[in-house]
């Protein structure tokens, strides 16, 4: 769990775009020789793919769920009733829950 979410950290703090379309670069054709992609390209392409699933995993939490995660990982600041640690727990068992589900492991 620890990993998901450093991933999604570091994509949250990158500056790409944080929807893309996922529309193609270049027109679909016909290229023979197979996968253009080196193995660091998948892992990156895999990667992102990781951290958008746990950034809408996280989007479905609670607002006090979301803030705990928010201020544990992007240091952002928010007042909840709750203590954060035990909000951030809270989340971190609900992401274990329904990351699996989502076919992140």
């Given amino acids: 769990m620890g990993e998901l979410l450093s991933i999604w950290s570091r994509w949250m703090r990158s500056n790409q775009p944080y929807r893309e379309l996922w529309y193609p670069d270049t027109a679909a054709g016909c290229v023979g020789g197979g996968n253009s992609h080196d193995f660091e390209t998948m892992l990156e392409d895999a990667d992102k793919r990781s951290a958008e699933a746990v950034g809408a995993a996280i989007e479905d939490l609670t607002p006090a769920e979301q803030a705990s995660i928010y201020s544990?990982?992007?240091?952002?600041?928010?007042?909840?009733?709750?203590?954060?640690?035990?909000?951030?727990?809270?989340?971190?068992?609900?992401?274990?829950?329904?990351?699996?589900?989502?076919?992140?492991?």
Avoid at 77 to 83: E, G, L, N
């Fill in 72 to 105: 544990v990982h992007l240091g952002a600041v928010f007042r909840i009733r709750a203590p954060m640690e035990t909000m951030y727990e809270m989340a971190r068992y609900a992401l274990r829950v329904v990351l699996p589900q989502r076919g992140i492991y």
